[in-house]
């Protein structure tokens, strides 16, 4: 099945902008009259039939509707610093996608080896693989920031925090992202099910650079409300790492 | 920590090959006297000195043995159809050992796009993230066959077999992943551990190709004792889809 974005939704009619009509209609050759599919990238899927088969500007009218197309049971925002081979960080993007993520929030470590990422290219990987596995949201992405602003900035949100990095704390034990997760909600339970009767807190994971967050950067996030955490007995790199996160939620919602 | 590898040890005397030596000598100038570190890819670490500095056949005297180095607590064997793209199998292959794996085994299946497969590049990758998370033991693997050559060699094996597909069979309803590893043992506890009461029994999971596996290939499956299962609501790749099996095993046993 193939899937088309269209940001542009009004009424019944959906537009697709130059990139999405080149592809439906110069490239799969869709004419006038055809079924399409169309994500709106926050969640809906539209059955479409297509009007206009402009190779530029298509549009199409929407027969019927479906909400939280392909979502998640769960609200999960990914902090991870980006890799030195920028590849690494792109393979996660799509993978965590696939998998089911809400936010990917790149944020830059003090031993962060790599200070810059352009989100433009992250963004497109992360349209496509919503679109390959089927999902009507597409992650956000934000901005770089440094690991401490976005730390801060989550000083006050009622979410379970979490971060994971490689040493011990005196006064604060690791526990595993398993238990941290079991202590949040039942194993299975869906956050935002009132059958549940719990109430649905976001997930906030932060995951540190190749060389591990600074021992400042741990303090900040102890005082600002984050639980330590450890991912198992296996030495992860850090898209690795990542991905294993985003997996152990998968897993406890499911 | 660097790791070297060795295959050739005799008595308490480590004995580098040419490429391992090269790495060891003259890219990282280690020389005669210096402490390294080798592991002997069956799960065995040694703390060596080295004795000879020779660019092509380097040795290093044994000082401390440390065996299953890095293991996990399971046995756990992959059967994964080769992606059409071969880096995607090749990622997958990585990520697997950097979590634990202990057999990768590349099957054809009845509508794998890729019908062949080199295993000496897979090999270095193995070798290279087995050092890399720090293990000492390299996973295995063999030579490629076809899914139902796969499957008969294991119909009398007494192991946990799963196989993931995505349709129904009407007289076998999937499981989730989960639910197949909390039936055969209690989340957390190690197979292999004697205070656990429970056998050490061995994983087997197959995971089909892009074109998924064809129902002769899943009834063949079930009659040889393979329990069906599904990876939960996401639509993975294949590489997503083996990888995700890897880690509802890490889970499990965490």
């Excluded at 202590?183 to 650079?209: F, K, N, Y």
């Excluded at 400042?216 to 639980?227: H, N, P, Q, V």
């Amino acid at each position: 099945m193939e899937i088309f974005y269209s940001n542009d939704i009004r009424g019944d009619v959906c537009f697709l902008d130059q990139e999405e009509s080149g592809h439906c209609v110069r490239v799969l050759r869709h004419r006038s009259g055809d079924h399409i599919c169309v994500i709106d990238g926050e969640g809906t899927f539209y059955d479409c039939t297509l009007l206009d088969d402009s190779p530029k500007a298509a549009s199409a009218r929407i027969d019927g509707v479906q909400r939280c197309w392909g979502a998640h049971r769960y609200n999960l925002t990914m902090a991870v610093c980006p890799t030195k081979n920028i590849d690494r960080f792109e393979w996660f993007a799509e993978k965590a996608t696939e998998l089911g993520v809400d936010v990917i929030a790149p944020v830059i470590g003090e031993h962060s080896e790599r200070k810059v990422l352009k989100t433009d290219r992250i963004r497109k990987i992360l349209l496509s693989a919503t679109k390959q596995s089927l999902k009507g949201a597409i992650p956000q992405i934000s901005e770089p920031e440094s690991v401490s602003a976005f730390i801060r900035a989550h000083r006050d949100a009622d979410e379970l925090k979490l971060i994971a990095y490689c040493f011990e704390e005196e006064d604060a034990p690791r526990i595993s992202i398993k238990d941290a997760l079991a202590g949040e909600t039942p194993a299975g339970t869906a956050p935002a099910d009132p059958a549940s009767g719990q109430p649905a807190r976001p997930i906030v994971i932060l995951i540190g650079p190749e060389g591990d967050f600074s021992r400042a950067e741990a303090s900040l996030a102890l005082e600002c409300g984050f639980r330590p955490i450890h991912l198992g007995e296996s030495r992860l790199r850090t898209e690795t790492a990542a991905l294993t996160a985003v997996e152990a939620v998968y897993f406890h919602y499911m």
